[in-house]
Each structure stands twice: as C-alpha cells, then as structure tokens.
C-alpha cells in the first residue's frame, strides 16, 4: 500500500529540547491515506512531545513536518493552522464539557448560527446524527442529554465522531481505550476501522499491545526520544515488540 501512495503526513528528523534536555532526537515517521499507524514506547520515550509536535501544540527546534506534501513552517506551526489541514486529536482526557449535550461537544468552538444571533441547535442536532450514522454508532440514542449521563465509550464514541466531523485527513488517537470496558473498548476499535475504511488515516498512541496488534498496519517505536525501529504488523511478533519499546 505505502509503496503506491504519497504521505498524507511526514515527520522529517524532528527534536523538541526542553532547557537542557532533548525530549525528542531526530523524530522521524511517515502516515499514509487509509492506514492505522500505531506508536508505541514507554512512559517518557518522547511519544507525546512527537504527537503535540504533529498536533501544532509544540514547534520542533529542528526537523519539519509535512502535510499532503506542504511544509509547515515554524510561524503556521500552531494547533488552528494544523486542524485547518485535516488533521484532528482526540485526547485521553476527550476534551469534553460533561453539562453540554452531544451535539454541543461535536461542535465546541464551531457553534453555528443563525440570523448572527441564535445557536442553530436543529443543525448541530443534524449533523451529530449524521456523524454517528457514518460511524454505524447506534448505541448513544438520546443526544439531547448531558454528555456527563453517557457511558465512557459513548462519551469517547462522540469525541471520535468530533475528530471525524472537522478532521478530513488524519485523525490522531492518544490512549482511546485505556478506561473503558472490554465491549465498549471492541467498539472503539470497531469504529477505528470504520474511520480506516473512509481513507482517513490514523495514528494510534496505546499501551495496550493487543489492540495495537488489532487495528494497526504499521508500528513505529519510540525509546529515549528516538523513533528507534519501525515495523509492518503482520512482520513483527508481540515479543519482538516488547523488546524493541525496552531496549530500543
């Protein structure tokens, strides 16, 4: 697939210092159209300094990163800049207003409206279902509701449909199941490969190595800042994984 395909997203010799110390060395990863790309690696091996690098939260002191081709440079290397490329984050903690329903979530900070003044509710409510259709999520019925009333996957389930909504391109996915349940953790992945099946392409950050090996085409491991070793799924065994996230 990646032989026959440009990256959606490139990630070219990228470090973040902070003070003294180099959190990221040299980062470097390539995401296609239509693929899960998993990275993984242990608590401070550098995997979230790479992700808010991607994600425009944090600029590289060095390297670049590319997207569909565009290099982002250092002054439109911010999060506004990045979303207005495709490129969407869903966070571990979801980044949800608990009081706020469903479709006020799906469009916190793109409230619509109407006549300038009223908040067009008949289109949020709209479009929230026809996310959800999208994704076949049929198990948040009532969207009216605080979001604070639904269940952990069906809160996670409407961050998702959020990244999907505004996000075109890449969709990224920090920790999606890591307090859920077993079924609502199978629905999560279920909808991951629902998300593939559009051509949107997804990196996925979990610890849990399982999943990884469910869902994802690729795997890049990061140890000690590095993005060490990269592997096909289908070309690596869990042990060899295990070894590579410990040892580089």
Request: aromatic share 6%; proline share 4%.
């Amino acid at each position: 697939m990646t032989d026959q395909l440009k990256p959606v997203l490139e990630v070219k010799n990228v470090s973040k210092f902070f003070g003294g110390v180099e959190a990221l060395k040299q980062g470097s990863l390539k995401l296609f159209p239509g693929e899960v790309l998993a990275i993984v690696g242990a608590n401070g091996a550098g995997k979230s300094t790479l992700i808010k690098i991607i994600a425009g939260v944090l600029n590289p002191d060095q390297g670049f990163v590319k997207i569909r081709g565009k290099n982002i440079g250092q002054d439109d290397h911010n999060v506004s800049f990045i979303r207005q490329q495709g490129v969407e984050v869903v966070y571990q903690d979801l980044a949800i207003v608990p009081n706020m329903s469903a479709p006020y979530n799906l469009f916190l900070g793109r409230i619509p409206r109407k006549f300038g003044i009223f908040v067009d509710e008949k289109k949020m409510l709209e479009k929230t279902k026809e996310v959800l259709s999208e994704l076949n999520i049929e198990t948040v019925q009532n969207l009216i509701r605080p979001i604070s009333e639904m269940s952990g996957g069906q809160q996670q389930s409407i961050a998702i449909g959020r990244a999907i909504a505004w996000g075109k391109d890449i969709v990224i996915l920090d920790e999606p199941t890591a307090a859920l349940g077993p079924n609502e953790t199978l629905e999560v992945e279920r909808i991951i490969r629902e998300i593939r099946k559009r051509g949107t392409a997804i990196i996925l950050i979990s610890h849990n190595l399982d999943q990884v090996f469910r869902v994802s085409d690729r795997l890049v491991v990061v140890h000690k800042g590095v993005t060490s070793r990269e592997f096909l799924r289908s070309e690596v065994t869990l042990e060899e994984l295990v070894k590579s996230i410990t040892t580089g």
